[in-house]
């Protein structure tokens, strides 16, 4: 049974930094391209970053882009993300989600495995 299982959301202040990880069991991070993804109220769920299973691609967001970085750790079977210069609107349920395609894939139909998602609320 494939379990991706979030951690390190939470309360910060507009500028501050968060740092989320990813827990995967049931399938190894160095075979999958792996992804995260953030849902606002009343909003949909959008791509926020993307690795590859190699770690040779990296996507972001345009909104993210230059304040947040995704890495891979296969050795621990784990992934983060690192988010600073959090704003207000960065505030949302972060997913962490699996993928079997090549690259960095950036759409929600590209991932199989999702995880419950953890909480990030930035005050201004």
């Known amino acids: 049974q494939v379990l991706l299982v979030e951690s390190g959301g939470g309360l910060v202040q507009a500028g501050g930094s968060l740092s989320l990880s990813c827990a995967a069991s049931?399938?190894?991070?160095?075979?999958?391209?792996l992804g995260w993804f953030r849902q606002a109220p009343g909003q949909e769920r959008q791509f926020v970053a993307g690795i590859s299973w190699n770690g040779g691609t990296t996507n972001y967001a345009p909104s993210v882009k230059g304040r947040f970085t995704v890495h891979r750790d296969s050795a621990k079977n784990t992934m983060s993300l690192q988010m600073n210069s959090l704003k207000p609107e960065d505030t949302a349920i972060y997913y962490c989600a699996a993928s079997r395609q090549d690259g960095a894939p950036m759409g929600r139909p590209d991932y199989q495995y999702w995880g419950q998602g953890t909480q990030v609320t930035v005050s201004s």
């Open positions: 049931g399938l190894k991070v160095g075979s999958y391209a």
